[in-house]
């Protein structure tokens, strides 16, 4: 099914109409002012003491990052433009009179798209539409200033996470999400239980075509033939590896730290007759560890890392590509799926995010900018072959994945409760407006080891195999 973006999107200010005069005032100003109410009342040193310009450093230290925060929150609340919301009723019905007083007693009024998601999520209030209909002209009744509760989840959840992301922090937030039950996942995924974006070579290409179409072309990108050495970091429930196991005849290994997709890929395997390690056509295998825990007995011609990378975080994702490059054949190659928001940001784009980050990947932080992904990549000893932006693919899929969650409504609210039907219903719906609009994207990113040596011949005629 073609994607449904109904062209109802359009552009609110950016980073670049941060007025950054006024910023960096702001955030010198600040410290300066505290230390000097407390040197006036309190410690009485002279400004050529060198103690008063260490507080005015460790002041300005402390305050930045919430000087910074608190400024943006504000600004969002001038810069976004405030029409007068319509339609309220035509979508929705209100179970709380306090929701419902926030629009205003003649409805008017447009709400933080935040306070809305809650709203919906909480059953305060049910939609009368399509909730993607809905969403396509969010304009009508939501805008983007963020809120305080956003800041503070932004401070107590999301930096303290970025900060750690320890083994047993990230095996906490992934098992969470992952191992809630298989058939969670189905009722969205389908039947291929693939979890990243798909490649559409035809907007009318079914989800399962599209997907296989991905598998295929990653396979080719990353040149697999028989008995290639391919390693899967997050492979969820164990599609490549299999694919790559049966249609190309590699020696697959996929890594997941959630023991639900392990079950699920091992039967997979079974089923497609790739189990048997003996094989010398090919054999598939999951293993639930850490990525940090990949088994390294010989090195790996093939690496594939399909939208995993943002779970390992911006803290160690230096670390983690240091240990990609070690893994990997000095003539390997490597290829990494990974999305993320956009450098010049919106108000959208970061209630997007937050969302993202509080309701359905808590601890996935490194969904940056493609720039920084790229810097990590060649500061750790890779050279890019090539990188696809495949955002307008992701939103394509997620409006499949959408499209079955709504024929499975049923079943989930029975087994799973209606807030998680809601939950993910806002999440799917928004997140085929995200990469159809460039609110975030995603890229596919070839690449190999920058040495000397690496036969980049391989990129020049029959053997590239990689073209659609
Ligand atoms: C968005 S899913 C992508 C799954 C798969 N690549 C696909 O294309 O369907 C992310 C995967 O990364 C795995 N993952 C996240 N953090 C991990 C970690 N620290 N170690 C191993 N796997 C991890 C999850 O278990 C999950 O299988």
New binding site residues.
């Given amino acids: 099914m073609p994607i449904k973006i109904e062209g109802v999107t359009h552009d609110s200010p950016d980073w670049r109409h941060i007025n950054w005069t006024s910023l960096i005032t702001i955030v010198i100003a600040i410290p300066i002012s505290i230390v000097y109410v407390l040197n006036r009342f309190f410690l009485g040193l002279s400004l050529t003491h060198v103690s008063l310009w260490l507080l005015v450093l460790i002041v300005f230290i402390v305050t930045i990052l919430p000087v910074f925060a608190l400024f943006v929150v504000f600004r969002s609340w001038f810069m976004v433009k405030l029409p007068p919301a319509k339609d309220i009723e035509k979508y929705f019905s209100f179970n709380d009179k306090t929701v419902r007083s926030w629009f205003g007693s003649s409805l008017s009024k447009t709400v933080p798209i935040s306070h809305f998601h809650d709203a919906y999520m909480d059953g305060k209030i049910d939609i009368k539409q399509d909730l993607l209909h809905i969403l396509n002209n969010r304009s009508s009744f939501a805008d983007f200033r963020l809120t305080f509760a956003q800041l503070k989840f932004f401070f107590v959840h999301l930096i303290p996470e970025m900060l750690n992301h320890s083994r047993s922090m990230?095996r906490a937030q992934?098992t969470n999400h992952?191992n809630r039950g298989n058939d969670f996942y189905n009722a969205f995924l389908g039947e291929t239980m693939?979890?990243?974006s798909a490649f559409f070579k035809n907007p009318n290409d079914s989800l399962e075509v599209a997907q296989t179409q991905k598998l295929d072309l990653v396979c080719r990108k990353l040149h697999l033939k028989k008995g290639s050495r391919h390693l899967d970091l997050?492979?969820?429930w164990g599609?490549?590896v299999c694919h790559a196991a049966k249609q190309y005849g590699a020696n697959s290994i996929g890594?997941?730290?959630?023991n639900e997709?392990v079950k699920h890929a091992e039967v997979l395997f079974r089923d497609s007759n790739v189990a048997n390690q003996s094989s010398k056509d090919g054999w598939a295998k999951a293993v639930c560890c850490?990525?940090r825990d990949t088994p390294r007995e010989h090195r790996y011609d093939a690496i594939s890392c399909?939208?995993?990378a943002e779970?390992v975080g911006v803290r160690n994702f230096s670390s983690f590509l240091r240990q990609v490059y070690d893994m990997l054949e000095d003539d390997g190659l490597f290829y990494i799926q990974i999305a993320g928001l956009r450098r010049s940001w919106q108000f959208e784009d970061l209630n997007w995010g937050l969302f993202m980050g509080k309701y359905v990947f808590p601890g996935a932080d490194a969904s940056m900018p493609v720039g920084w992904v790229i810097n990590q990549l060649e500061e750790n000893g890779f050279e890019i072959h090539s990188l696809e932006n495949v955002g307008i693919h992701y939103s394509a899929t997620i409006n499949h994945w959408y499209d079955n969650w709504q024929s499975n409504r049923e079943y989930i609210i029975k087994k799973y409760g209606p807030r998680w039907f809601r939950q993910w219903n806002w999440f799917l719906a928004w997140s085929v407006i995200a990469p159809g609009q460039g609110s975030a994207t995603c890229h596919q990113i070839m690449c190999y080891k920058n040495t000397s040596s690496f036969n980049r011949k391989i990129f020049i005629g029959e053997q590239r195999s990689f073209d659609y």
């Fill in positions: 990230d992934v992952y693939i979890y990243t997050g492979c969820g599609t490549l890594i997941t730290l959630a997709q850490d990525y399909l939208e995993m779970h």
